[in-house]
Each structure stands twice: as structure tokens, then as C-alpha cells.
């Protein structure tokens, strides 16, 4: 089962924050964050595992809560170049399954 | 330089006719995954395998077959391809099973066009 995003799409003005959020039904080894840009592959944000520890992105940061099962990644400052659409991906036994994913749109 | 390459970017077939889409990595990965992208579906696995000889099925497995020969390798296989396979198509690998600690790396997909 699909893990659920939310919001579906954000407008942001260069300079302003976002919080994208991913919400999992079932349990998760970890959770992935990608972002695409339009014709491209998906490319690797952040990835956060059990016990709290980060791997990824220095200026995206990200939050797991093991106990509910939900993650948040939070743009801040936000540049053109974030604009794409951003996917969580919950990471179980032997899959990883991906959220629909959140459309984030900077303008300036 | 590490990648994963799919072949072909684009195709465009006829209802009915086997198609093959290649993968290939050269990080020696153990897990390799196929997703199809559909606007407003987000990444939907298709299949997925943990090591040379070893697949199972995603989410999405109808219509769909694939091998796991090499571990380098794997292919997907349309035997009968139908409209509504129509899709936008990414290969993935990881070093570790189901990407639990390590990153998915992407090809560059292929966009199949079944008419």
C-alpha cells in the first residue's frame, strides 16, 4: 500500500518555507525522499532510519516518527531550483513503495 | 561512473507485440526494482529482485515478466503489450534489500507509447 502525501501541491515565493508530509499504514525500516524534475529521473534527497539517524541532503532536512509511522521533509528558504514534485518512499521488508508524490512550484 | 542505464528512452509498439525494456547497473547491487510512473499515481513498483534468480512481485505485476540472469541485469518483458500499459518506465537498484539503509538509484526511464 502506498504511503499518502500531503498536500498534493504547493506554490511557494522564493524565499519562503514548505513542510511536505508522508504518512505510512504500515510499520517502516526507513524512509526515502526524492524530488523529479519534469522528464527526469527521480533523484535521491534524504533517507531516515529507525533510531533517528540522517543521511542525505545538507541544506532539506527531515523527520521520521517511528511510533506514528509519518515523516516530514521541510524546504526552507526555498530557491527555484526546488521546484519538481516530491516523493516519499516507505522502505518495509523487501519493498520500497512510494507515496503519489507533492507537485512544489517556486516562483519568484 | 556509477548509473543505471535503461534502453530504449522511447518506444512507441503495437498492441499484441512482445517488447523487452534492458536495465542494467554497475554498482553490484544486489536489490534491482521496475516502477511505472502514471500521472497522478506517483511510482508504482512492477517488480522486484533481491539477488540473481531471486524476483517477486510488486504492486502492479499483471502483464509484465522479467528475469534475473546476471546480476548486473534485469530485463522487463511485455510479452503482449496493451494500451493501458502505456506509461513512463524506471529501473532502480540498491545496495541493500528493499533500499532499507542505502539510497534507490534511478535509471533515466523509458517512455513507452502502446498503440
Known amino acids: 500500500q502506498q504511503p499518502v502525501q500531503s498536500p498534493q501541491a504547493v506554490i511557494l515565493r522564493e524565499g519562503e518555507d514548505a513542510v511536505i508530509n508522508c504518512s505510512s499504514s504500515?510499520?517502516?525500516?526507513?524512509v526515502h525522499w526524492y524530488r523529479q524534475k519534469h522528464g527526469e529521473a527521480p533523484v535521491f534527497l534524504m533517507i531516515l532510519l529507525k533510531g533517528g539517524e540522517q543521511k542525505g541532503h545538507e541544506k532539506i532536512s527531515a523527520s521520521f516518527n517511528e511510533k506514528k509511522q509519518q515523516s516530514s521533509l521541510y524546504l526552507t528558504a526555498s530557491q527555484l531550483s526546488y521546484s519538481g514534485t516530491y516523493f516519499c518512499g516507505g522502505a518495509g521488508s523487501y519493498q520500497l513503495t512510494f507515496g503519489k508524490g507533492t507537485k512544489l512550484s517556486v516562483i519568484p | 561512473e556509477a548509473q543505471v542505464t535503461q534502453n530504449p528512452r522511447y518506444l512507441i509498439t503495437v498492441t499484441g507485440k512482445k517488447l523487452t525494456v534492458t536495465c542494467s547497473q554497475n554498482m553490484n547491487h544486489e536489490y534491482m526494482s521496475w516502477y511505472r510512473q502514471d500521472p497522478g499515481l506517483g511510482l508504482r513498483q512492477i517488480y522486484y529482485s533481491m539477488n540473481v534468480e531471486v524476483t517477486d512481485k510488486g504492486d502492479v505485476p499483471e502483464g509484465y515478466k522479467v528475469s534475473r540472469k546476471e546480476k548486473r541485469n534485469f530485463p522487463l518483458i511485455l510479452e503482449s503489450p496493451s494500451p493501458n500499459q502505456t506509461s513512463l518506465y524506471f529501473c532502480a537498484s540498491s545496495l541493500d534489500r528493499g533500499a532499507r539503509v542505502t539510497e534507490a538509484f534511478f535509471g533515466q526511464g523509458t517512455r513507452l507509447t502502446v498503440v
Open positions: 504500515k510499520a517502516l525500516y526507513s
